[in-house]
């Protein structure tokens, strides 16, 4: 009996030794002198922060941007409760400002326009907003939860619509692979979406009267230790380069 | 060295006593995590929250009926494995266990290309008017594929493991091959199914990946408890964690029950002649 307690001890040093050493791996060490970054990134940045990806690291020697993305709010939790990142950007203000004091001086360096997602040629002709409460249609929009939700809400109530989607999605990324694969009918999405789709999907313009502009904020997380890169990398998303890479994905630019 | 079991107890080498405590400590103290960092004072008014009681009731519907339907299947299919044979047994079985090490994401996306609007059975649903992405039907049958393989492992093994002379015997005395079935082969495998229906139901309630790929999340329709907690996680915490505490509470009374009921059983050969 006597050398239990010094076992469980051991047990437990053992387990916390496994926990740090993982959380070491996560971070991103500067072994070799290479830095990398965790940016924590809002699902519609994804394909235009994987294209410029490349260009940051040739003017960046050293340093190795890891992207991870998700809908804003999970990213939020995910810093809340001390997730290892070192930047974060998301798709709407508000989440960004609910972070308070875990990230520093947020500034917003894109911006986005709702459009309605459909099937390639758009066959069921739908024309506008007021379209998706037809019958006919299989509507999904995002979780209420997830900014592209709170927004395609906001869109619909300017419309004076009233939609009943089928499915609540957790993040605008699932909204376009309902289209694509042809569960749904149309869902109402980021521009940069149906630009992002190729021709997956076609996109129905939403007249400015009723549209919603998200604007993206990014910060430095407050518990990063690499402040410096994590920095630097905040300026470079308000650069030149990556704000052509912006428009041409169908963002706008602040 | 002889010793008599009852005198000596045999001693516990460190080398399994250090690991063993680590996986304890691994599967204990993220429960405790949970329990600890619960507000408690908002249990009541947040379990109350009609979204949730919605939920509860979305899971315990989904649940069940993924259990009734996987006996509905499952039994018959393990009964098959078990006593007949025939070619590419070795291959169905295979098939049979793999929701088991499936990512639950990739038996979503499995389950909308073989019964989606444009799956292999699409036209086919369509034509008779079934619609199962976006449905309650969907969220059932996605729990299902995962839940089936638990119970049909579970009752499988038993069958198999039975002296079969019982069943001989009711044969001998004139009972046809299907009231044997009913009335001496199923009730020697009774634990089996019970233990393996537990585990399947528990499955079941515990699904995330698969019902929300293939069935969709809409609240009273498809979001179940597990969907709730995700979307609940990011925005609202406190509320996750609440209800996650609810599922661990009624994972562990079920499990509590039918260990004292059924699963010691188990412990003893079934069927045995004495």
Redesign the interface.
């Known amino acids: 009996m006597r050398?239990r307690a010094r076992?469980?001890a051991?047990?437990?040093a053992?387990?916390v030794a496994l926990a740090l050493g993982t959380g070491a791996c996560a971070s991103g060490s500067a072994a070799g002198g290479e830095t990398t970054l965790t940016v924590l990134a809002a699902a519609s940045l994804t394909e235009t922060l994987n294209a410029a990806k490349p260009a940051y690291e040739r003017e960046h020697p050293g340093v190795k941007p890891r992207f991870s993305f998700a809908?804003s709010?999970?990213l939020?939790?995910q810093v809340?409760q001390g997730a290892p990142a070192d930047v974060i950007a998301t798709a709407d203000e508000r989440t960004m400002s609910g972070l308070g004091d875990d990230v520093t001086k947020p500034s917003v360096f894109a911006t986005n326009r709702l459009r309605i997602a459909v099937a390639p040629g758009n066959p069921k002709r739908v024309r506008g907003l007021a379209d998706l409460t037809r019958k006919d249609l299989?509507v999904?929009l995002a979780?209420p939860?997830?900014p592209a939700g709170r927004y395609a809400r906001q869109a619909l109530g300017r419309a004076g619509v009233n939609v009943a989607?089928?499915?609540?999605?957790?993040d605008v990324k699932s909204v376009v692979t309902?289209i694509r694969?042809?569960?749904a009918d149309a869902g109402i999405v980021y521009g940069s979406d149906v630009a992002a789709a190729g021709k997956a999907v076609s996109g129905v313009a939403i007249p400015d009267a009723q549209n919603v502009t998200a604007r993206y904020p990014v910060a430095v997380v407050s518990t990063t230790e690499h402040r410096e890169h994590a920095q630097a990398l905040v300026t470079w998303m308000s650069s030149p380069a990556f704000r052509k890479e912006l428009t041409a994905r169908g963002f706008g630019t602040p | 060295m002889i010793t008599t079991p009852k005198a000596v107890r045999p001693r516990v080498p460190a080398l399994l006593w250090i690991p063993a405590a680590g996986a304890l400590v691994l599967i204990v103290l993220p429960l405790a995590g949970l329990v600890v960092r619960a507000p408690w004072a908002q249990v009541l008014p947040r379990l109350t929250d009609p979204a949730v009681t919605e939920s509860l009731r979305l899971s315990l519907v989904c649940s069940f009926a993924a259990l009734g339907l996987s006996l509905l299947v499952g039994v018959p299919l393990a009964w098959l494995l078990a006593r007949v044979e025939f070619p590419g047994k070795a291959l169905v079985r295979a098939a049979v266990l793999l929701p088991l090490v499936l990512p639950p994401v990739v038996g979503g996306v499995a389950l909308l290309l073989a019964f989606g609007r444009n799956g292999l059975a699409g036209p086919l649903l369509d034509a008779a008017g079934v619609r199962l992405p976006f449905t309650t039907a969907g969220a059932v049958l996605a729990e299902t594929f995962v839940a089936l393989p638990f119970l049909t492992l579970s009752v499988e093994g038993a069958i198999a493991g039975l002296d079969r002379r019982h069943e001989e015997v009711a044969a001998t005395l004139g009972s046809g091959p299907l009231r044997v079935f009913g009335t001496v082969t199923l009730p020697l495998v009774a634990p089996a199914l019970a233990a393996g229906g537990a585990l399947a139901w528990a499955r079941a309630l515990g699904e995330f990946g698969a019902t929300i790929t293939f069935a969709g999340n809409l609240p009273g329709e498809t979001q179940t408890l597990p969907l709730a907690v995700y979307l609940l996680l990011q925005d609202d915490p406190d509320a996750a964690i609440v209800v996650s505490l609810l599922l661990l509470a009624v994972s562990a009374a079920l499990l509590i029950a039918l260990r004292a009921r059924w699963l010691s059983p188990l412990r003893s050969r079934p069927g045995a002649l004495p």
Do not use: D, I
């Not at chain 1, 989607?165 to 957790?170: A, I």
């Open positions: 050398g076992v469980a051991a047990a437990c053992a387990v809908g709010q999970e939020a939790a809340r299989t999904v979780a939860t997830v989607p089928r499915s609540e999605e957790k309902r694969l042809g569960e």
